[in-house]
């Protein structure tokens, strides 16, 4: 994020309009940037005009790397306020001016104004967009439809991976879970995520003609181990490799769980939700250490 010109220059004229001594304008300075920040005004007494130590300050703050947001603002917020103008300097020595000051001020309160309101239309965008975004767009019936039109139809597996990604979304969306289209990020794709109790699942979604085998799911696995408490849910229509749950698991810390077609099936009948079918997955991971059971039993689909 880069603070915006306009304000910084509007800052810079107020700085120079209610602050005199140089010494002032350091100490502003000093409440508001680190030490390090202030290394650029070295000497400033002898080397630098009261113009020339700003804009050194100002610099040096929109050079480093978060751009000295923070400062900034904490500097808006100061002049914003602000309501002192000395009478040694604006009515004994007349070295200031006091309506220009108050121009100045009033003119960056205004700015500021100008701004809050724009973030604020903004942000309304962007909720009303992030609400639409969440709406499901189809009925579980529908879904079942769209399922079983891909069992029998000739789409190849990749196409019917894609319709599998959109139906997943769409039952997370169903049970008012927070949903992630597919995205990708430093070379991988992500199917999607729903956040879960707090917690965001990763989704990799295959469709295969045969049980998938163990390289996707260790792929998928690194992905997930490659995020912040990472956690995924792996769909796999046609199930499993005899071995993957138990490579998957010995020695390992369980974040990932499985789910295959006999599962879907069963959130698509209207037997459980969407939710409830995690929810049954990860209470089997988190007491059991089991991430591949049958979400109505409980019970293992492996040994």
Avoid at 50 to 63: E, G, Y
Wanted: with cysteine; proline share 2%; net charge positive.
């Amino acid at each position: 994020m880069v603070f915006p010109s306009d304000v910084k220059g509007c800052m810079r004229d107020c700085i120079l309009s209610v602050m005199w001594k140089k010494y002032d304008i350091y100490s502003f300075f000093k409440n508001h940037c680190t030490k390090s920040d202030l290394k650029v005004l070295d000497n400033y007494q002898e080397e630098l005009s009261r113009a020339a130590m700003i804009d050194r300050v100002f610099n040096h703050l929109s050079d480093r790397v978060d751009g000295g947001i923070s400062s900034f603002r904490a500097m808006l917020q100061s002049l914003i306020k602000w309501s002192h103008f000395d009478p040694y300097y604006f009515d004994t020595l007349k070295k200031l001016n006091r309506d220009e000051a108050k121009r100045n001020l009033d003119h960056l309160r205004q700015l500021q104004e100008i701004r809050d309101a724009k973030f604020q239309i903004e942000r309304e965008r962007k909720e009303k967009l992030t609400r639409e975004q969440q709406e499901p767009k189809n009925t579980i019936q529908e879904l079942k439809k769209n399922f079983l039109k891909l069992h029998c139809g000739k789409t190849s597996i990749q196409q019917r991976g894609y319709e599998l990604e959109k139906i997943l979304l769409e039952l997370g969306r169903l049970s008012r879970l927070e949903v992630t289209e597919p995205f990708r990020v430093v070379g991988e794709q992500i199917d999607g995520a729903v956040k879960y109790d707090g917690e965001h699942y990763l989704i990799e979604a295959k469709w295969q003609d045969q049980s998938s085998s163990n390289e996707p799911v260790y792929q998928f696995v690194g992905k997930v181990e490659g995020k912040m408490y990472g956690r995924g849910i792996f769909v796999s229509i046609h199930g499993f490799s005899d071995n993957v749950v138990k490579s998957i698991v010995q020695g390992k810390a369980i974040k990932t769980i499985f789910v295959d077609g006999e599962d879907l099936v069963c959130v698509l009948e209207d037997r459980l939700t969407f939710r409830q079918l995690i929810d049954a997955k990860v209470k089997a991971a988190q007491t059991k250490g089991e991430i591949y059971i049958h979400p109505l039993s409980g019970e293992p689909k492996m040994r």
